[in-house]
């Protein structure tokens, strides 16, 4: 029997700090409202390409696993903010890390598309039809953001992370998975004005705009993902008392605090660094399982217990079974071009363009 083991990971976050006390330079916002309603404290910036990030993420995470990146056999990439859509943003990473032998797609499934392309991933390797695989998630967030719509920019930021999976026959990596989609809620969470749904003829053509529900999303992610999260568990024959570390989607405290309650999973037990990055979607659980690694929170055997929702509204849960190794093979040096900027002076022609068009069309 054929199981995926997590071999490699790696992350890369962008340097530029947004604060909340930033946030309120330009917007009717105050860092009380966001630290209680969501946790989060700052988030970062991405000064260069989406996939720039990507790259470095993916290089970390095959240092990790000692990995040529010849070998790897296909490239996953889960995200909704990609560098391009012709080409594809996987096929962009495919040629810069050199991973001439792997075939390349791009998942676009919000922030659910780490653990989804995951799953995919593990599934194709335990099907004998891959046997190396690169999945990354990640967003360049702030690139799609209205910085007039208060109540979705103090949300979001900048990151990407990345797995290598690898075939073993030991009983190790991804043991169960489910995942699936409200659709009934997909406009809960929708970007307009973007997508050939939208007339190219309208003024309004390419200027984002977030429809956001934020209760109703709010609402739908502890149920869904607390029902997932039963369900993997039940797969496994398990209980939350086998579970060592749960290392969820990062999308707000308060989501997270529920969901613990109601899967009935001790807070200590839960990996939170949504405070210092904010929710980037696809990015937050390969970074939050890098940096659970870098701090010694996963040890060798341990259970881990994974949860996410997005736009869709997508949402899902697996369960890992670590494997022996918790330290890297090797690192690198890769990094991400300098960056001479404060966030806010990335930022500001962006913020600028967004509140002048407020101020036109009211
Ligand atoms: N600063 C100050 N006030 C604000 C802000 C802000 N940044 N944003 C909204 N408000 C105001 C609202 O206008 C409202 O004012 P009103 O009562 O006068 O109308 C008030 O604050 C309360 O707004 P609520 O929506 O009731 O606030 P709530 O407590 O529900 O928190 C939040 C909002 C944080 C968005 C929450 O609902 C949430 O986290 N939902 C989940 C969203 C999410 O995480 N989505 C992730 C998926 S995204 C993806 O997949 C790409």
Known sequence: MLYAEITGWGKCLPPAVLSNADLTTFMDTTDEWITSRTGIEERR???????????????????????????LDLILLGSLTMDSLCP????????????????SIDINSACTGFLYGLH?????????AHKKILVLGGEF???????????????????????????????????????????????AIQITNL?????????????INWNFEGQEVFKRAVKCMAR?????????????????????????????????????????KVFINVHKYGNTSAGTIPVALTEALEEGRVKPGDYILSATFGAGLSWGACIIKWGDRVTPLATTDAELPPCDKTALEILQPHIARYLAHEAKTG
Not at 199 to 205: D, G, I, K
Request: charged share 25%; proline share 1%; with cysteine.
């Open 45 to 71: 910036i991405c000064h260069c390409n989406f996939s720039d990030m990507a790259i470095v993420s993916a290089r970390r995470a095959l240092a990790a696993a000692n990995l040529d990146p010849a070998e």
């Open 195 to 207: 997508g050939s749904a939208y007339s190219r003829l309208s003024e309004e053509f390419l200027y």
């Open 120 to 128: 995919i991933g593990t599934n194709l390797i335990r099907t004998g």
């Open 141 to 187: 967030i702030s690139h799609y953001m209205n910085w007039a719509q208060r109540d979705v920019a103090v949300l979001f930021g900048d990151a990407c992370g990345a797995v290598v999976i690898e075939a073993t026959e030991e009983r190790i990596g991804l043991l169960a998975a489910k995942i699936g989609c409200e659709a009934d809620a997909k406009y």
């Open 228 to 268: 997932a999260c039963e369900d993997v568990l039940h797969q496994l024959d398990l209980t939350t008392a086998d579970i060592d570390l749960v290392v969820p989607h990062q999308a707000n405290k308060r989501i997270l605090d529920a969901l613990a309650r109601r899967v009935g999973i001790e807070e200590d």
């Open 88 to 103: 594809n943003t996987a096929s962009i990473i495919q040629d810069a890390i050199g991973a001439k032998n792997a075939a």
